[in-house]
């Protein structure tokens, strides 16, 4: 396959906000074999963190696996209409902000990650460090970002709920000069609107992740060395 554009995509957010949508991408483009999966499955059980096991595609240490934590940031690489996107996935915990930094100095654009569950926008958002990640995608020279605001399909979210979120991010984002490409609103653990496919769910024609990130990617010259 011939690739004309060589992309690097960085996922960046609060720890808790549900970045799983990076490991079904991995699923459904088949960079993961079915029984390394359930292989996955089993550890992440051992470890007493079932739910887990789409983060393990990513996090390769045993630190990592035993705690539930990202603590590295690491690449996993798909090619889509001979655009190869590199998706580079990002602690969220504030301990390893300088790997977050490092994901995305190489970065050319980034996928800011939020929870629209009650409580958790609010924890990750307006007290977390999703800001402290925005600002450094700002000092890495990432100006374009998506929001991809996650849980859509969780009790009490609803269209209230989302416009309460966008505003809220959209004046911070003023504040320091970020343009926002798209809001994609997604549910990672039921993969709505993350890509098309069979198993989407999605009833209402909304905006799906990955095809607006090619849409994108398509438009622009990615800026990092690859």
């Known amino acids: 396959e011939i690739i004309n554009k060589i992309i690097n995509v ?10 799983q949508h990076y490991g079904i991408v991995i699923i459904i483009f088949g960079l993961v074999s079915e029984l390394e999966i359930q292989k996955l499955k089993i550890i992440a059980k051992e470890n007493k963190l079932e739910s887990w096991y789409l983060a393990y595609l990513t996090d390769i240490s045993q630190e990592e696996r035993s705690k ?24 969220g915990h504030k301990n390893y902000i300088t790997n977050t930094m490092s994901g995305l100095q190489i970065s050319d654009i980034a996928i800011l990650v939020v929870s629209a569950k009650e409580g958790e926008f609010e924890s990750g958002f307006e007290k977390g460090i999703a800001r402290e990640h925005l600002l450094v995608a700002k000092g890495s020279n990432i100006n374009n970002i998506f929001v991809a605001i996650n849980k859509i399909d969780e009790k009490n979210v609803n269209n209230e709920r989302i416009e309460y979120i966008k505003n809220k991010i959209n004046d ?40 607006e990130i090619i849409k994108y990617t398509e438009k622009i010259e990615n800026k990092k060395d690859n």
Do not use: R
Request: with cysteine.
């Open 172 to 211: 911070y984002i003023k504040t320091i000069g970020i343009n926002i490409i798209e809001y994609i609103e997604i549910s990672a653990l039921n993969c709505i609107n993350i890509i098309n496919n069979n198993n989407n769910n999605n009833n209402n024609n909304n905006k799906i992740l990955m095809d």
């Open 68 to 91: 539930g934590k990202t603590v590295d940031y690491s690449i996993n690489s798909i090619n889509i209409n001979n655009i190869k996107i590199n998706l580079i996935d990002t602690p």
């Open 10 to 19: 960085t996922v960046i957010g609060h720890v808790d906000c549900g970045k």
